[in-house]
């Protein structure tokens, strides 16, 4: 009986996405406004936007695969709560840290005392809060690996978005973008799914929205949205890539998009200066009030 379930979720979800397909238009005058936006921007830079009230879209670049870099921690959160859903795993699991399992980089468990006591729902809310490589790596092995991820990823027909590290048989594409590959379309419809309760189950499509309204680094495109509007996003950084997925609870109609960056020659750490950052927030702001003309809040020091 759950597998018949299954397949017939799978199954319908993969027509809605098709049905999506079919039916978006081109929103030209946003389009060129972006294609503008990103022109002479020093490196490879690509982006999709969708309105899912009007189902219009904006794409430059937007079928390009990009490094994700912590943006891949989206298809390990739906690889979790795929097993959930499977009843192989619980959400509030406990769990035992053991300094074996530490990853340095972001996040906050790396600090933890060995064998302290944690869950799995901790472990999810740091990955997707504060980008936790730690917890990360353990729910990408709670979760049966990349491969079984990417086994998801392709039921809901992304060809492109793709775990790579510690996956049998994507070596190649690990040495070539890292962590983790997506193009600005896969991973913002994928977002879109999520919002609208097509992954894995009404119910972990919600938590996981949950999850990813509650981002630390909200210094990027979040900061262009003003702090009275529900965002849930993704950010994904490292030396030659920076990039952000946002969907944005917006008065008029929710909003999705993906701005995504390689062969970055402002390879700096600084927030504010950076060339890719800088263009984050200018992709972000300009669709913010592209989409919410009237609502009258700017965002403070825009640099550069």
Known sequence: MYLRKYFLFITLS???YSSYSQNIKTDYKLQQQLATLLDGFHGVAGVYVRNLKTNKIAA?????IFPTASIVKVPILIGIFDKINNGELQYHQPLLYRDSLKKSGSGLMQYFKDSTSTSLNVLAALMMSYSDNTTSLWCQSLAGGGAAINSIL?????????????????EENRKQYGWGQTTPREMAELLAMIRTGKVVSQQASEEMYRLMTHTFYGQYSVS???PYIQTAS????????RSELLLVNAPHGDYVFYIATKNIKDT????????AWVL???VSAMLWNYFEPKDGWQAKNITK
């Open 224 to 226: 262009q949205v003003p």
């Open 14 to 16: 993969l027509s809605i």
């Open 280 to 282: 984050q927030r200018k």
């Open 268 to 275: 700096s750490w600084d927030d504010t200066t950076n060339d």
């Open 234 to 241: 993704k950010q994904g950084m490292v030396n030659d890539s």
């Open 154 to 170: 392709g039921q809901f027909g992304l060809k492109n978005t793709r775990v790579n590290s510690l996956t049998k048989g994507r």
């Open 60 to 64: 430059v670049n937007a079928d390009t």
